[in-house]
């Protein structure tokens, strides 16, 4: 059964502080994605991954940073997060490559965080 | 740059009976896939359906159809027989072949009513 999984559910920090949001998973792909989940704006793509080392910016990257030394851990960085960060994070992994049977991207259960 | 708009916010249905939900997006790109994505309360995103751009012929799987209008940029969701267990947040995406990256709409809350 795949599996994608992040580190919490629920967490809060205060202002200012470093966060650090992993995602493991064991399916072996290539691909894998940070989306922020607000109501009525949907998911929005802050970092993209698309092999070890390698990361290509979303349409929101300002104030956050990603990490991925090892093709199954994929880790999502607010330098100093601020209240304008509290959201649901959703991390995603997926395979590489043309082919219907590659496209389906496996999510997360998400982590809910509030920055006070 | 591509986007997806989904312009019904809420939706209810009564068990059993058949609801559509909408879907445009917009792309210069010839060769894509767009998906129906469900995410239940458990918050569980799961993939319910996808279509390949160049396929004529519209995607079904079980319960769940979607009616894919390439000329006119729409891609909508038929669910029919709705069951209570269908109650989740259905968000429309698009890939091209470009790229590996999905693209969402804003979402669709569909309430199913005993």
């Known amino acids: 059964d795949v599996k994608v999984t992040q580190s919490s559910r629920y967490l809060v920090k205060r202002t200012g502080e470093k966060v650090f949001l992993e995602c493991v998973q064991d399916m072996d792909h290539e691909n894998m994605f940070w989306y922020r989940q607000d109501p009525g704006l949907g998911l929005r793509l802050i970092y993209f991954?698309?092999?070890?080392?390698?990361?290509e910016k979303g349409d929101i990257p300002e104030g956050y940073s990603v990490s991925r030394e090892k093709k199954e851990r994929f880790s999502l960085i607010l330098e100093s997060a601020s209240t304008n960060q509290t959201s649901m994070y959703l991390c995603a992994s997926s395979l590489t490559g043309t082919g219907e049977a590659n496209t389906e991207a496996f999510f997360g259960q998400g982590t809910r965080l509030t920055v006070v | 740059a591509q986007t997806v708009t989904q312009s019904q916010p809420e939706m209810s249905v009564q068990e059993a009976e058949t609801v559509t939900l909408s879907c445009t997006y917009d792309t210069s790109e010839n060769n894509y896939y767009l998906f129906w994505y469900k995410q239940p309360p458990s918050r569980q995103m799961i993939l319910v359906i996808r279509q390949e751009a160049y396929k004529q012929q519209n995607a079904t799987e079980n319960r769940f159809s979607v009616n894919f209008q390439k000329a006119a940029k729409s891609f909508s969701l038929k669910i029919s027989d709705s069951q209570l267990g269908d109650t989740a947040m259905y968000f429309c995406a698009f890939m091209s072949y470009n790229t590996d990256k999905l693209i969402f709409g804003t979402g669709t809350r569909l309430q199913v009513f005993p």
């Open positions: 991954s698309y092999d070890v080392k390698m990361k």
